[in-house]
């Protein structure tokens, strides 16, 4: 998770502002515009690495919101008259906003590859809507005559046509943004887009609208490219539809890779190298005839920059972590908690997949605070069970009920949030993050509302959850490792840590046990019991030993439907289940 | 504030620099501070890309200019700084900022691309650098957004669909489709057509755009054989042009329905488009042809230097040297006297390749137009459509 | 009528001539998941491949017999230099190593042809028009280009359906994972597959550079238009890049007839409609 920059990363960031805050007094007027320039691409690739590096959003049309934003100005400004920046710059903000929520509605459901050529579309149709249409001038662009000023009431504060005073506005809007995005990134609200990132199913089974996120995570980027773009529009009080084109989205990808990719940090170095390197193999007087090949030299060093470097310059300044210094926490204990298990149970549900049947007709009720099993032969359809409980999947018909509520096709988020959680074959939890981080994103899901962007107000609840969950899961001592290096077992461990902390009280397991060793099965099942106590365990489980030693009651499926459910020992007499599956196992054990 | 520096401009300070040094040198024939230095020209150029042939052509011709002038114009030294424009709006004004700013240029031309060319002159009129459009064609240049200081060496769009409307009337066309790609520059050579062309008498059965840069021309083919007009006024450039007339060819309507157009519309793809462009009628103020003694001795030796012949835009890059060469001549080599260097460049007249080249009130070339026709590769001109004409002059305030 | 039947035409043998490039690109990523965004650059390699040889030989046939095999050698070539180094590596790094590659190409197509459109001959056997109206043909060319996308597009069909090649990639189609399980040398069928995809982008490029002239950045809008194709028709999906493709190739077509104003966005439009209604493309694997 995004910590607060090393020492060494702020050291490095002050000496870079105070170099700027220099230029106007050492440089020449070019130095001067040269450098703004450089801001401005920082302002914009630093909120395109929000969404790249943060979300996990990889837009290739991010270019669109800093024309909408440079467009902006054009529209709001006068003829003859300056516009006045402190309407004309949120105005930008706005409208680019308005434009990135409008797009994001349709791009953010597509993921991937797919949404890396949405966005590109989308790009492609707005440079296409200014490029042809006469609405802001046409092909050949526009001129804003008059640039804006900072003014209050009649007294202009700042002239913004004084290429200096525009300099500074512009350091202290870089300052401002990177300080911004940085707390963004790091609130409650800013912890979800970096958990989506690196795994949102996850966060769909915690219980997080993730479409919603993602798609404020994308207005918020797009508002501050159009912050970007109406500064752009400043410097030179000219507008052209090729500000939306791809080619400037693709350039900006390159300055946020090349920077480091979600560091927020690091782009801005990113801009800032990208734009020297470029600056200078373009002057003739500094590298001779290679200025007349700029671009071949340019794209080999972009390629020795990447196959070198894969984590851009902030690699440099950052080490890879395997585990993170923090706070000690204190535990709630279960007494405080006073946590209960939610009952579920299903009326003649049915999935059917084109012809086959994969669950038919099961009518089943799963008492709270015990541990259930479900068990039956491969494809007996446990998994479409348990994945029509947590709403992955949709019934067919039938229903289910949550503590007698009627959740029948509520989305699996929605669900999640009724107390639901549930884990899977594939261990499922956000690898780069430390055990404590995995569980506070967890834990936050019991407000799982986008808008909260201070950690204040549920925090102690939340801490004290998190440690609970890394107590009772067996993890204490492992709370600030990073998840990728903990054993297979301890990952395990965590994910039902996690669905602790959310505050499910039904939780669904699948096959928890897989690939365990006999000494770990064994920790795990005593966990599993000892979480009875205040929560609803569901297993599903290949070994048999371990289920029948840990469950309360056993649900067979076979080929769909239900055969047998009662205690194990009911089970086990079972004569349709001896012959239908246990067989062999059953005559291996003495019947209690 | 440090920013109270900036009151102070550069361009004050070069123009207080040199009013001193006049009046210092009043006596002497040439201000000695202004000589140090060479003058430093900047050519804000294509050099890749889709147009990187046209900035070759025009920063040749002016190289070679300077080479027949051993290096100097007006006992001055001439040093060009060159920058690839990439024909990239959103570049533009970065990329003038470093030749003006940075590079610290005396006089700046090009470019190509108009909307490049928007965002240079809106620097060039804010900074007053003496700015020389090598080509751009968009009309708000030398109309509406005219300046003292920014000049044009080429053409505007509109006189260039101004002149072929005058040219299709004399040759009897009554009715008319045009077709170009639907962006600024095809719109303006279009709207110039179709005011002389009604003007003329003549009617525009329907203008028809595609979107730009496409160059699917199929429909549109079709769609101009249902219309059946006497004539098709196009334009395209590059390899669209060069498309569009071979696929105008193969789709058998030369015969019928004669192709018409502005220069551009052949110029450059010439060998490109073979024997497919035989008869395409286009009017422009330059061809290889022109019968005067300024244009044999330029495409000799340019086809000496460079081994091939010039084009229209090498000419618009020679002239660009010759208003350059007459301004600072003028003040006498020192082009810190920015006012009188203009002002001698406004009244600059001087015999071109292509015939005789004065400014207008606005600063767009009054110059002959020419009809030419495609004949196996080469335009071989058929006779001058309209002698020293000039664009309008909409929106300028600048007075001749 | 005439209009509606020429742009069907011209739909069709347009939307033929992207799917050769859409189906190269659709396939890079469907099996090596390599993002290739210098895919226009092998178009534009294959039409100045066409003009080179063309000069030689005479007849674009011969230099497409030439220019294929060479376009297949330079993909192996690109493969082993470059894109070998990003499997397995995030998006946005393939994006970054192909955006140079770009740089790198467009450079070295001026440095070596120079600025200049150029044309490459039509054989004189090829160049009549069929009359469709008294005014009005359509050049024999044109209808060739289209026979030689569906020659190619057979040809990979056969290659597909027949050989264990085609298994390999019907494989990775279905499950890009499946290709490791099947203990196939990935590496050889990678280098194939990419190698396969430049060589079908340049045959793109070639054989249609009689009719749309050579020059700068002529790969771009083929870059853009493949991409769009490749999303409607579902990543890695051939037969969504060929539906994907003839749909684009006929939108277009009538979009600038009946929508002239918009012509330039109907595509887009279009595929926006297409990942509203099925966010995975018309055949593309489920997600």
Redesign the interface.
């Known amino acids: 998770m995004l910590t607060r920059p090393r020492p060494l990363v702020l050291a490095v960031l002050a000496a870079l502002l105070v170099a700027a805050l220099l230029i106007p007094h050492l440089g020449g007027a070019y130095a001067v515009k040269f450098t703004t320039r450089v801001l401005v691409s920082a302002i914009f690739v630093l909120s395109l690495d929000f969404l790249i590096g943060i979300t996990g959003l990889v837009s290739f049309g991010h270019a669109m919101f800093f024309g909408l934003g440079a467009y902006a100005l054009y529209f709001v400004s006068p003829e003859s008259q300056a516009a006045n920046a402190l309407i004309a710059y949120p105005a930008a903000m706005v409208l680019a906003g308005v434009g990135a929520a409008v797009i994001g509605a349709v791009a953010v459901l597509t993921r991937g590859f797919y949404f890396i050529m949405v966005t590109l579309a989308f790009g492609q149709m707005l440079f296409s809507l200014f490029f042809d249409t006469k609405i802001a001038g046409g092909s050949d662009g526009a001129y804003i005559y008059v640039k804006p000023e900072v003014a209050l009431g009649s007294i202009t504060l700042l002239d913004l046509d004084d290429r200096n005073t525009f300099f500074y506005v512009c350091v202290a809007l870089l300052v401002l943004v990177y300080v911004a995005l940085l707390a963004l990134a790091r609130a409650p609200f800013g912890r979800v887009l970096q958990g989506i990132r690196w795994n949102e199913g996850r966060l769909t089974a915690l219980g997080f609208n993730t479409y919603v996120y993602k798609l404020l995570s994308f207005v918020v980027a797009g508002a501050f490219a159009g912050l970007a773009g109406v500064l752009y529009a400043t410097i030179d009080g000219y507008v052209t539809p090729d500000l939306f084109g791809w080619r400037q989205s693709g350039i900006a990808i390159m300055m946020v890779v090349l920077g480091g990719v979600g560091t927020l940090f690091g782009p801005i170095l990113g801009a800032l190298s990208f734009s020297i390197v470029e600056e200078v193999l373009k002057t003739e007087s500094l590298v001779g005839p290679i200025a007349a090949n700029w671009s071949l030299a340019l794209g080999i060093l972009l390629i020795a920059a990447v196959l070198g470097a894969p984590r851009g310059i902030a690699g440099w300044l950052e080490p890879k972590r395997a585990a993170v210094a923090a706070a000690a926490l204190v535990a709630t204990t279960r007494e405080q908690r006073a946590a209960k298990g939610k009952a579920i149970e299903t009326e003649s549900l049915s999935r059917a997949f084109g012809g086959l049947i994969a669950v038919n007709d099961v009518t089943v009720r799963l008492a709270p605070n015990r541990v259930h099993g479900i068990i039956g032969p491969n494809g007996a359809g446990k998994t479409t069970f348990i994945n029509l409980l947590s709403g992955a999947l949709r019934s067919s018909s039938g229903h289910i009920r949550l503590d007698g509520e009627d959740i029948t096709g509520l989305p699996q988020h929605a669900i999640a949030r009724r107390g639901l959680g549930r884990s899977y074959q594939r261990t499922n939890i956000i690898l780069p993050f430390t055990a404590r981080e995995n569980c506070l994103i967890a834990a936050q899901a019991r407000h799982p509302e986008p808008m909260r962007f201070s950690a204040r107000r549920f925090l102690k609840e939340e801490q004290a959850e998190v440690a609970y969950a890394l107590k009772a899961a067996g993890l204490a001592a492992r709370t600030d490792t990073t998840a990728a290096h903990l054993s297979h077992g301890e990952q395990r461990q965590l994910e039902i840590a996690m669905l602790i902390a959310s505050g499910a009280r039904l939780l669904i397991l699948d096959e928890p046990l897989g690939g365990m060793g006999p000494e770990e099965t064994g920790r795990v099942t005593a966990l599993l019991r000892d979480l009875s106590a205040d929560h609803t365990v569901i297993l599903v489980e290949h070994d048999m030993d371990a289920i029948f030693a840990a469950a309360d009651t056993l649900t067979v499926l076979v080929e769909g439907r239900l055969l047998a459910h009662g205690s194990p020992q009911e089970v086990r007499r079972d004569p349709e289940v001896r012959k239908a599956y246990l067989g062999r196992f059953a005559e291996s054990e003495p019947v209690a | 504030?440090?920013?109270s520096a900036?009151g102070l401009t550069?361009r004050n300070l070069l123009v207080m620099a040199g009013a001193g040094a006049t009046s210092l040198a009043l006596p002497f024939p040439r201000p000695a501070i202004a000589q140090a230095q060479p003058i430093k020209v900047g050519l804000l150029l294509p050099?890749?890309?889709?147009?990187?042939?046209l900035?070759?052509a025009i920063t040749r011709a002016m190289e070679l200019y300077l080479k027949q002038h051993d290096g100097k114009l007006a006992g001055r030294e001439i040093t060009f700084?060159?920058?690839?424009s990439e024909a990239?709006?959103?570049k533009?004004?970065?990329l003038t900022?470093?030749l003006v700013?940075?590079e610290k240029v005396d006089i700046l031309t090009g470019p190509v691309h108009?909307?490049v060319a928007?965002?240079m002159t809106?620097?060039a009129r804010e900074v007053g650098v003496p700015t020389i459009d090598t080509n751009a064609g968009?009309n708000?240049i030398t109309r509406q957004?005219c300046a003292k200081n920014v000049f044009r060496s080429s053409f505007s769009n509109g006189q260039v669909g101004l002149a072929t409307g005058k040219a299709m009337v004399e040759a009897g066309i009554k009715t008319a489709v045009t077709f170009t790609w639907?962006?600024?520059?095809g719109?303006e050579m279009v709207g110039g057509f179709n005011e002389t062309f009604t003007k003329g008498g003549g009617k525009v059965l329907k203008d028809?755009?595609?979107?730009?840069?496409?160059?699917?021309f199929?429909?549109?083919?079709?769609?101009i054989?249902?219309l059946?007009p006497d004539a098709v006024y196009s334009f395209f450039a590059?390899?669209g042009a060069?498309?569009f007339i071979?696929?105008y060819a193969?789709?058998?309507?030369q015969a019928?329905?004669p192709l018409w157009g502005p220069g551009f519309l052949t110029d450059?793809?010439e060998?490109?488009?073979?024997s497919a462009g035989n008869g395409v009628k286009t009017v422009l103020h330059y061809s290889d042809d022109v019968d005067n003694p300024e244009n044999k001795a330029f495409r000799a030796a340019f086809n000496d230097a460079y081994k091939i012949y010039p084009d229209v835009y090498a000419v618009q890059g020679w002239d660009a040297m010759q208003l350059i060469e007459h301004g600072l001549k003028a003040v006498g080599g020192d082009v810190a006297k920015r006012d009188e260097f203009c002002a001698a460049m406004g009244q600059a007249s001087f015999k071109s390749p292509r015939g005789p080249f004065r400014l207008s009130s606005s600063h767009n070339p009054i110059q002959n137009f020419y009809l030419r026709e495609l004949k196996d590769g080469n335009n071989v001109l058929v006779k001058t459509v309209a002698t020293e004409f000039a664009d309008l002059t909409t929106g300028c305030k600048l007075s001749a | 009528m005439d209009l509606v039947l020429i742009q069907i035409l011209n739909g069709l043998q347009y939307g033929l001539l992207i799917f050769l490039a859409a189906s190269g690109l659709t396939l890079v990523f469907g099996i090596l998941g390599i993002i290739n965004l210098s895919h226009g650059s092998f178009y534009m390699l294959g039409a100045y491949l066409s003009l080179t040889l063309t000069s030689y030989t005479g007849d674009i046939f011969l230099s497409l017999l030439l220019g294929i095999p060479l376009a297949f050698a330079f993909g192996m070539l690109i493969e082993w230099l470059f894109i070998r180094h990003l499997y397995g590596r995030d998006h946005l790094q393939q994006v970054l190593l192909t955006f140079a590659l770009i740089l790198i190409f467009n450079d070295l197509q001026r440095d070596i042809w120079g600025p200049r459109p150029h044309s490459v001959p039509i054989p004189s056997y090829l160049a009549a028009s069929v009359q469709l109206s008294d005014v009005l043909s359509y050049p024999v060319y044109r209808l060739v280009v289209a026979g030689f996308c569906i020659f190619l597009a057979l040809c990979m069909v056969y290659v597909i359906q027949h050989t264990r090649i085609g298994q390999m990639i019907r494989a990775g189609e279905s499950n890009r994972e499946m290709v490791e399980v099947l203990g196939i040398d990935s590496r050889l069928l990678f280098r194939f597959v990419f190698a396969a995809g430049v060589a079908l982008a340049a045959a793109a490029g070639a054989i249609a550079s009689p009719i749309d002239s050579v020059y700068p950045g002529i790969g771009e809008p083929v870059l853009i238009i493949s991409f769009v194709v490749v999303v409607i028709g579902g990543i890695g999906s051939i037969k969504g890049a060929f539906f994907g493709a003839l749909l684009i190739g006929l939108a277009d077509a009538f979009g600038k007839v009946f929508l002239p104003e918009f012509a330039s966005v109907v595509v887009y439009a279009l595929m926006a409609a297409v990942l509203i209604a099925s966010p995975g493309g018309m055949f593309g694997r489920a997600s």
């Open positions: 504030m440090p920013t900036s550069r050099y890749s890309g889709t147009y990187a042939q900035g070759e700084i060159k920058v690839d990239s709006p959103p533009a004004a970065e900022t470093k700013d940075g108009s909307g928007m965002a809106k620097i968009a708000a957004l639907k962006y600024a520059a719109e028809i755009t595609v979107p730009f840069p496409n160059v699917e199929q429909a549109a083919l079709a769609e054989a249902s059946k590059g390899g060069a498309k071979k696929d193969a789709a058998n309507l019928s329905i450059g793809v060998k490109a488009v073979g």
